[in-house]
């Protein structure tokens, strides 16, 4: 086993089978997976409803601050790495100039999360160090170099990383959260140990490839050229990011807590369905420009939706055992919410992995934009218009993405096949 995971981390060769790759990732992130369903029912025991809005509320800072950091590079940057993989020359100033990107949008976020904290605001009484956790937090999910990974098709090393980056996590959670006064801490043990592995296998992979110093000039051609995307990552991410503090704002933080439990439940099942986009995306990148073998394409597309419909089925199915065993009693209301959002793994299917990377790959990036930037004020507007409870803002995210599944996955296989003729 240990043999084959070796065979699978390393470069793939063009001869390496698309389906065994896919059945590799997916056996990695199964693997990764049962991770959190050991965790999660750790931090809802130990941090209980008051622990898990607090954390929920720093995450949904950082979920904020992630937007400006990761600045849609994991899109665009992986574009730029997959078209660029045979050219060093150019793949060496991407890398360069996209590091140097990011090294500047987090040096910005300090300097915000500074004065927020030193000013007369809201974070400033008693949430500063949550604050500064949810930034902690977001970090390495936003400069994990995912996009370089993805680029050249070195997906498998970054998920057997981020699978000992849990092992790691979970432990550290275990040893040192212990109550609510420890939901900083809980987000920190989930950052710090996938810190430490991402930064020795990041220059793994740098060294062979190689890097530029980045210029203010080069910063600032690869900030505009991605600015669409930044802005799709705001429609994507604000309204995932806005809605917890908004709920907390009109409900209480009970409902942030039944809402959070179950959202983080069927946010680990749409995970599933990471290991395809992986695959697809920077493939899609390469050969979409010049669309081939329809036939082909209408199995992926058929493949995607069924893989994402049976997942919603089974979280709908096993909502309440789920609820009841993973988070325990105390959050036995975020059941009602679960069987409802049971069915964002079939939305993500056609929104994100068909609709989303499909059209990106395309170079649809202002219609995905806009897409989104209306879809997520639409939100926005009804969460503060109506102030919804717990269970009516489940059922607003999943009309939402309903909506965007239909709409992208159309789009996509219109384009798709007005180019193929």
Known sequence: IIRRLRNFARKPSEATNMRSRLAGLWALQMAGYLIPLITIPLLARRLGPDGWSAMAWAQSLGLAAGIFLEYGFNLSATRAV?????DPGNLRVVVGQTLGAQACVLSGLVIAFLTLT???????????GLAWFGLLWTVPQSVSLQWLFHGLDRVGALAMAMFAARV?????????????????????????PTML?????GWWVLRPVGWEWPTMGGIARVLRDGAALFWYRIGLVGFAAAVPA??????????????????????????????????????WARELAAPRRG????KRVAAVAGMGLALSLALYWLADPL?????????APSTKMLSILAWLPCGHALASVLGTQGLLAMGADRLVLVSYLVTAGAGLAAQGWFAPDAVGT????????ALQGIWFGSVFLWRYRRNAC
């Open 394 to 401: 489940a059922w607003l995210c999943v009309g939402l993405l």
């Open 246 to 283: 908004m709920l907390a704002g009109q409900h209480g933080p009970q409902e942030l807590a039944w809402f959070s439990g179950a959202e983080r439940l069927a946010r680990a099942g749409t995970s599933l369905l990471d290991p395809v986009g992986a695959l697809l995306y920077p493939r």
């Open 323 to 331: 609820v009841r065993l993973l988070l325990g009693e105390r959050f």
């Open 197 to 201: 592995v991402l930064a020795p296998l």
């Open 295 to 298: 036939e082909a394409m209408g």
């Open 118 to 128: 030193s000013i007369g605001t809201p974070v400033r009484t008693g949430m500063s």
């Open 168 to 192: 790691l996590s979970w432990g550290a959670i275990w040893l040192w959260v212990r109550g609510p006064e420890d939901a900083g801490w809980a987000l920190a043990c989930q950052s710090i």
């Open 82 to 86: 997959s078209r660029f993989r045979e």
